[in-house]
DNA sequence: GCTCCGTCCATAACGTGGTTATGGCCACCG
DNA sequence: CGGTGGCCATAACCACGTTATGGACGGAGC
């Protein structure tokens, strides 16, 4: 294994390492002496390939931003673009609860280092998290072009990924009960809400809601 | 001055020390030396009013949350109740804009101690969360009174809590731009999206959102 | 007034965790 | 085969939360 590859394969590691720990230790879990054991080294491994936590947090958040838009990825296009929203929306709140410790530290880093998530409304190619935004504004934009939302994409799918944001920032708090209780009860009667009030007619938005529902 | 109001101003001095370190240093600086540096005493004053400092950072965000709540309770009951959750949602924002180390921080804690906003859905009396939540659900109960809105006062709250929340969060993060041009892009158009969503008639809407909008 | 007591807190130390200084190992290059 | 540079183990350093200890001070009871 060359030299090159074999420092490569450390940062992963410690990329996964780190992601192990804060899945079953939480946030206090991710320390420097803790990551070198977990891969079998001295704490210098950190500051070799990274620096020091700061930019190791930095990297473990973008692995979860290119995880969020993977699981969004998944989602594909069907004829009914109001449901592929949905999808989305089901999506973004799955990769959040199978890893909530990771979802709620990619969210606390981006407001640690200012603005590298700040301007995802310009889109900026450096931010892993722009790319899952717009993915929602080309969600949107089909919706529109099928006539069933009215408005500009990216006002609309401001306020939707608001609104999907909020839901599931409060889920991970522990409001809307456990399991799956709080997309029955809040997540999709919200879609439902936003779809109708953008334009859709009410039948339409529940049935299309419906549809993916059974698919949670 | 008795024991005992000495060891209450104590106590104040020290949150209020904390919210002024917090709202000029950011997370980091919450510190007990700082802290004791802050109101001239040495860090034993944060053992022997709080125990620790998870507790004082317990207390800066029940303080948080107080705060929230009597933004909150400034917004009046007018003959437009729509207009009234409208204004609910800019005083939600606005407290989280005027302090936002410390609104950020009283949902990190929120999420620290586990459940103490967890429950918020039962009114539990403890915690100082659940009486923002209640303001809401009795604003929305009276849009529905009021013909305006439609469906279950409860579901209808935490669905208008989910947007607002998310907004307010993603805003804090720098999405959305500096000053209040996420309010007149984001946030009212949402708050217009979710109240048509739920029965208002479109007019309706943009009338009771415009009334307040000048008042930011 | 004096003593006893309890609260509050200053000092100093300890434990932990991020970081850095140093030096050695080893692959690669001449 | 000696030099060079990346990688990293060891050990120390430093900041910060916490704790142990003892002293100061105000109030209660005599």
Same mark, same amino acid.
């Given at each position: 294994?060359? $030299?090159?590859?074999?420092? $490569?394969?450390?940062?992963?590691?410690?990329?996964?390492?780190?992601? &192990?720990?804060?899945?079953?230790?939480?946030?206090?879990?991710?320390?420097?002496?803790?990551?070198?054991?977990?891969?079998?080294?001295?704490?210098?491994?950190?500051?070799?390939?990274?620096?020091?936590?700061?930019? =190791?947090?930095?990297?473990?958040?973008?692995?979860?931003?290119? @995880?969020?838009?993977?699981?969004?990825?998944?989602?594909?296009?069907?004829?009914?673009?109001?449901?592929?929203?949905?999808?989305?929306?089901?999506?973004?709140?799955?990769?959040?609860?199978?890893?909530?410790?990771?979802?709620?530290?990619?969210?606390? $880093?981006?407001?640690?280092?200012?603005?590298?998530?700040?301007?995802?409304?310009?889109?900026?190619?450096?931010?892993?998290?722009? %790319?899952?935004?717009?993915?929602?504004? %080309? %969600?949107?934009?089909?919706?529109? $072009?099928?006539? &069933?939302?009215?408005?500009?994409?990216?006002?609309?799918?401001?306020?939707?990924?608001?609104?999907?944001?909020?839901?599931?920032?409060?889920?991970?708090?522990?409001?809307?009960? &456990?399991?799956? @209780?709080?997309?029955?009860?809040?997540?999709?009667?919200?879609?439902?809400?936003?779809?109708?009030?953008?334009?859709?007619?009410?039948?339409?938005? &529940? %049935?299309?809601?419906? =549809?993916?529902?059974?698919?949670?």
């Amino acid at each position: 294994m060359s $030299e090159r590859t074999r420092g $490569e394969h450390a940062r992963t590691q410690l990329v996964e390492a780190a992601i &192990r720990l804060l899945a079953d230790g939480g946030a206090e879990a991710l320390q420097a002496r803790k990551l070198a054991a977990e891969i079998g080294a001295s704490t210098m491994a950190v500051y070799t390939h990274f620096g020091g936590m700061a930019a =190791l947090t930095d990297a473990v958040a973008r692995e979860g931003f290119r @995880r969020l838009i993977a699981n969004m990825a998944t989602v594909g296009q069907s004829d009914d673009p109001v449901a592929d929203l949905y999808g989305l929306a089901l999506a973004y709140r799955r990769t959040a609860v199978e890893h909530p410790e990771l979802f709620t530290l990619m969210f606390r $880093e981006a407001g640690a280092r200012g603005q590298a998530v700040g301007d995802l409304m310009k889109d900026n190619p450096d931010s892993e998290a722009a %790319a899952s935004f717009r993915g929602m504004v %080309a %969600a949107v934009s089909r919706t529109i $072009e099928a006539g &069933r939302l009215k408005g500009d994409p990216l006002s609309v799918a401001s306020q939707i990924w608001s609104a999907i944001h909020g839901y599931v920032t409060l889920e991970l708090l522990g409001h809307f009960g &456990r399991g799956d @209780r709080g997309v029955a009860e809040v997540l999709s009667p919200l879609c439902v809400t936003l779809v109708v009030g953008l334009g859709d007619s009410p039948a339409a938005a &529940r %049935a299309s809601v419906g =549809l993916v529902t059974t698919t949670v």
